[in-house]
């Protein structure tokens, strides 16, 4: 997936997501593989007094492999860092000398006491 052509301080926004878009395909392919090495089976429920039966599924190994686990978090990471300089980008839009210190998701309008307040507005 090539770069977006956008603002030059977003470039690093637009990489994350790439990154991220990359993840999840390989997310999706271990989930595939982990689906197909698992034995499932499948029983067809039914009961006199409901009028629909229902299918009950159970898989001999329930516990994801750990890779599993580091894509997603890899995943939420980029997706995370990504809003972070989302925030910095929408501030060089504003102001183009921001530094961007301070600045990180959530950006609020006014300062909840106790936050320590941005030093670059």
């Known amino acids: 997936m090539p770069l977006p052509n956008s ?9 994350k997501m790439i990154r991220a878009h990359e993840n ?10 982990w689906f197909a090495s698992i034995d499932v089976k499948m029983y067809l429920k039914n009961a ?4 629909a039966p229902w299918l009950v599924v ?11 686990s580091i ?17 910095c980008g929408l501030a060089l839009t504003l102001k ?3 530094k961007c210190r301070d600045l990180a ?4 309008k006014t ?3 106790g936050m320590k307040r941005p030093t670059n507005r």
């Open 7 to 15: 603002l030059p301080w977003m470039e690093s926004a637009d990489a």
């Open 71 to 87: 894509l997603i978090g890899e995943c939420v990471h980029n997706m995370r860092s990504a809003i972070d300089n989302l925030v």
């Open 105 to 108: 998701f959530p950006l609020f």
């Open 48 to 51: 006199p007094d409901l009028p």
């Open 24 to 33: 999840i395909e390989g997310i999706a392919r271990e989930i595939n593989e």
């Open 96 to 98: 183009p000398t921001c």
């Open 58 to 68: 159970h898989a001999t190994d329930y516990i994801p492999p750990i890779r599993l």
């Open 111 to 113: 300062r909840r006491s």
